[in-house]
């Protein structure tokens, strides 16, 4: 939850907010009426909550990734059309969505591995690119170990210099005039691990 954590800790009151599928989600669980978030979801809700303690997708509106969620006070419903609408409009303020790598450039990839089954890029693509902020939670590395942070996306590109912040179980860099930096090191890693783990070419400027 460190990575969920520290993601919920870049959203302001106020803000309009897409989770992606996975890490991303676990966002939601974090948030409360007193953040003051609207929570969106491309598939046609404004004011998503948290799972329900019970029950399943027949009893709760669900979030774009199928799963079950509750609906806060003040909670709307709208089809997809109008939803991604307000994505490509430039009327949300911040998604979180997952990786599969990041580059120097701030390049995305994360919706096809070659060689593997594609799902589709989904809503990826233009959450991307029309959200104000974008911010990429994943792991530091993938299950082989190579970096996810790199020099150069080799993957197929989701959106072309779109990312404003990383966060890893490991660290969290932010995109400052173009440039690549270390903010934060997390709970449990040091800044050894991740310059033995980041490919990518980066300064260190850690926040307080």
Do not use: Q
Not at 11 to 19: C, E, H, K, S, T
Not at 41 to 62: F, H, I, K, Q, W
Not at 120 to 128: E, R, T, Y
């Amino acid at each position: 939850m460190n990575i969920a954590r520290a993601a919920l800790g870049e959203l302001g009151p106020g803000d309009v907010v897409n989770l992606g599928i996975g890490i991303p989600t676990l966002v939601a669980d974090l948030i409360t009426p007193e953040h003051g978030i609207f929570m969106h979801t491309e598939n046609g809700m404004l004011g998503v909550g948290p799972r329900p303690d019970s029950g399943g997708a027949m009893d709760y509106p669900v979030n774009a990734g199928k799963m079950p969620v509750s609906e806060l006070p003040g909670a709307s419903y709208f089809d997809s059309c109008a939803s991604f609408g307000m994505i490509r409009g430039g009327h949300v303020d911040v998604s979180v969505i997952g990786g599969l790598e990041v580059d120097e450039a701030a390049n995305l990839a994360n919706w096809a591995v070659p060689g593997k089954p594609l799902l589709g890029v989904g809503g990826a693509m233009d959450l991307s690119s029309g959200s104000k902020r974008l911010i990429v939670t994943m792991t530091h590395t993938s299950r082989d170990g190579s970096p996810k942070i790199v020099p150069t996306c080799a993957l197929p590109l989701t959106a072309l210099g779109v990312v404003d912040v990383v966060i890893t179980e490991l660290a969290m860099f932010r995109y400052i005039e173009g440039e690549l930096v270390l903010v934060k090191v997390m709970p449990g890693s040091s800044l050894e691990d991740i310059a033995e783990k980041t490919s990518a070419n980066y300064r260190v400027e850690l926040e307080e």
